[in-house]
């Protein structure tokens, strides 16, 4: 949920909305199929054209959104090949609650942008 409310906090446009792997929406898109053992998936449907990015791509994805130094980023990151990417990706996914600590509850504002 930390990295839910990052992105929360950065896009300012209210562009990106976010769902569970395990929910009505991920079944509707096919997408509980990437959700992974012990949580850390991360999945983008881009709705407009129905495009699906995972793990390195989809942070690629999610910094093109958000834009500003996360869009440099993102143009940065492109450059390192998708298996080092993901790999980077698989470790920081891994060492999670580790490196993030306890999940907080959703304020009012994320909860209205959650969808199921």
Known sequence: MRSVR???EYDKKGLIEFAPLQGELSG????KG???KGGGSMVILREEDGKI????????????TLGGVFRLLAVMFSMLPRR???????????????LAGACE???EGL????RN
């Open 84 to 98: 080092l990417r993901n790999a980077a990706y698989d470790l920081i996914a891994r060492n999670r609650n580790r």
């Open 53 to 64: 990015f995972t793990k390195g791509d989809a942070l690629l994805e999610l910094g093109k």
């Open 105 to 107: 509850l959703p304020d």
């Open 111 to 114: 909860r209205k942008r959650m």
């Open 28 to 31: 509707r898109f096919e997408l």
């Open 34 to 36: 990437y959700a992974e």
């Open 6 to 8: 990052f992105v929360y």
